[in-house]
């Protein structure tokens, strides 16, 4: 028997497909396609109202308005975060619950790579410093706290497979859609200061990190996952070794009672549950630094190329990227709605975010925002712009951050059999009634 799929589905699962059976595209010699009558009724129907701009709506477009669910996982100290793994636990956010400058520790996302320590006492912890040092170290976080300065910032952290729901042919991996970022506030020691405490050798060249967490496989001594940082990075006096949250202790989830905080790079590199720094002489080759994990190719490929891994190189600095947090997609305005409000945070890793430009007509044109400066380096920055509607019906609200360097967020995929980077636009559904 023939499984009949609604829109949503078939959209999710064949966006190609999708776009031919609902709109009728019919490629012209300048390879925009147009849409056909009973196509655009079929979709102004299912949305409920007319599209003003379809003319410029790309071919293979999800519209926005498919493109997010909502659900909420229940977790001891966080509060409306979506479930996408059990075992272990991860966890993201919906985009208009990070709408807080400093995103509160309830709603920071969990990403684990193993099994959280069943118990962990701050008052015993400690911390080993060794390898590439003249003087190992076994540190208390009194001792942290005691003998280095305590200082807080606001950090953006992201995973580096956010948004990895979104590639075809599908990526292996958590299907994080938008929410595996967060920028609370945390409060440590500079690395760097710790570092040069140890007495760091000219020798040294990568950190090595590793976790109590455990292997999912419960073997004794297998690691979880164990990355680091080039010494350069490690020296950078905003990766921290941090205790503090938001003003408090670290969530559970999110690694108490110590983690490191390396922003800007691949969250994987900010271990959880800290309890040893390896200093080594070359580049690290613990547990999810080794073949294709957290590396992309080295060079654009087709999506379904398969890559050799020697082709791979280690993920660093995150690309830029925005997010919309206000209105909330699918959100429905009155009839005689002409404007609205519309913010929300970008980001750039290493670098900053110098212009923020929003879209309401399918990118035919696009409007600058208002873009804030960041508190200190490594927090994202706010943005918040009016857009005007010439009419009622669907509009979908483009939004694309440009950085220090010049790059902007791109509309389609840079596709990576890992899923990794994705720093595509992000896009939210407006309808406004007749």
């Known amino acids: 028997m023939k499984k009949e799929r609604d829109l949503a589905e078939l959209y999710q699962d064949d966006p190609q497909r999708a776009d031919y059976e609902v709109f009728g595209r019919i490629a012209d010699t300048n390879r925009r396609g147009f849409l056909k009558k009973a196509g655009l009724a079929t979709l102004m129907t299912y949305l409920g109202a007319n599209i003003p701009f379809y003319k410029n709506m ?13 659900s909420d996982f229940k977790i001891a100290g966080k509060n409306g975060l979506i479930v996408l793994n059990d075992r272990p636990v991860n966890a993201q956010t919906a985009a208009h619950l990070l709408d807080d400058d400093v995103t509160p520790t309830a709603r920071h996302f969990i990403r684990n790579n ?38 807080s910032y606001k950090l953006q952290l992201e995973c580096g497979g956010n ?21 609370s506030e945390w409060t ?45 990075k490690a020296m950078n006096p905003y990766s ?24 800007g790079w691949p969250g994987s590199c900010s271990q959880k549950w800290l309890n040893r720094i390896w200093v080594r002489d070359k580049v690290h080759d613990g547990t999810k630094m080794t073949g294709t994990a957290y590396r992309v190719p080295e060079y654009n490929v087709a999506p379904g190329t398969k890559v050799p891994t020697k082709d791979f190189g280690i993920i660093n600095s995150m690309p830029v990227k925005s997010l919309i947090t206000h209105p909330q997609t699918n959100v429905k305005l009155p009839s005689g709605t002409r404007s609205t409000f519309v913010r929300g945070h970008a980001w750039a890793g ?76 992000h896009r939210i559904a407006v309808t406004i009634a007749s």
């Open 188 to 232: 440590g020691v500079r690395l760097m200061d710790v570092l040069k405490a140890a007495g760091i050798k000219d020798s040294a060249v990568y950190t090595g990190h590793y976790g109590a967490d455990s292997h999912l496989s419960g073997i004794p001594g297998k690691d979880a996952i164990s990355r680091g940082v080039p010494i350069a």
């Open 240 to 263: 921290l070794i941090v205790f503090g949250q938001n003003g408090g202790p670290i969530h559970p989830m999110n690694g108490a009672p110590l983690r490191l905080l390396i922003p």
């Open 114 to 151: 193993g099994l959280p320590p069943a118990s962990v006492d701050a008052s015993t912890w400690t911390l080993d410093i060794d390898g590439e040092v003249e003087r190992p170290m076994k540190l208390s976080i009194q001792d942290l706290k005691r003998n280095f300065e305590v200082v």
């Open 163 to 183: 948004g990895r729901g979104a590639f075809n042919p599908p990526a292996k991996g958590n299907q994080w859609t938008l929410g595996a970022v967060s920028n």
């Open 58 to 70: 790309p071919s293979g477009l999800i519209p926005a308005a498919f493109a997010e669910g909502l």
């Open 350 to 425: 290493d670098n900053a975010v110098s212009a923020m430009m929003i879209s309401i007509d399918f990118g035919s044109t696009w409007t600058y925002a208002s873009l804030n400066g960041p508190p200190n380096p490594y927090s994202w920055q706010g943005w918040n712009s009016v857009v005007n509607f010439p009419t009622h019906g669907y509009y979908e609200i483009w939004a694309k951050a440009i950085d220090s360097t010049g790059k902007e967020q791109p509309f389609a995929i840079n596709w990576n059999p890992k899923g990794y980077l994705n720093n595509s636009m």
